[in-house]
């Protein structure tokens, strides 16, 4: 199993960038995918999960109604789109696959960094 992610970089207060996470080792169409994210001394902080078929995604409050989770099952490729960024959403963000309930997960990307910061 291989999760990449890509996509970070320093953006500005309000907004948007689009993670990538692509997929390789196992059955992606098959599985639940999500993406979680760590701030600068902080835990791991749960974002948002997708079902196996791309229908429906999952949100903390936190980035409900900014952020919107798809996936891309031809292509292997998990994304993350973030509007309206703010600078509490400065972390590292990693994918992962869904392990039996969403916010559990049995494999990691390396993560991406991403800075929120005018």
């Known amino acids: 199993v291989q999760l990449v992610e890509s996509g970070g970089g320093l953006v500005q207060p309000g907004g948007s960038l689009r993670l990538s996470c692509a997929a390789s080792?196992?059955?992606?169409?098959?599985?639940?995918m999500g993406w979680v994210r760590q701030a600068p001394g902080k835990g791991l902080e749960w974002v948002s999960d997708i079902d196996s078929g791309g229908g429906s995604g999952y949100y903390a409050d936190s980035v409900k109604g900014r952020f919107t989770i798809s996936k891309d099952n031809p292509e292997n490729t998990l994304y993350l789109q973030m509007n309206s960024l703010k600078p509490e959403d400065t972390a590292l963000y990693y994918c992962g696959r869904v392990r039996g309930v969403l916010g559990h997960y049995d494999y990691w990307g390396q993560g991406t960094q991403v800075t929120v910061s005018s």
């Open positions: 080792g196992f059955t992606f169409s098959s599985s639940y």
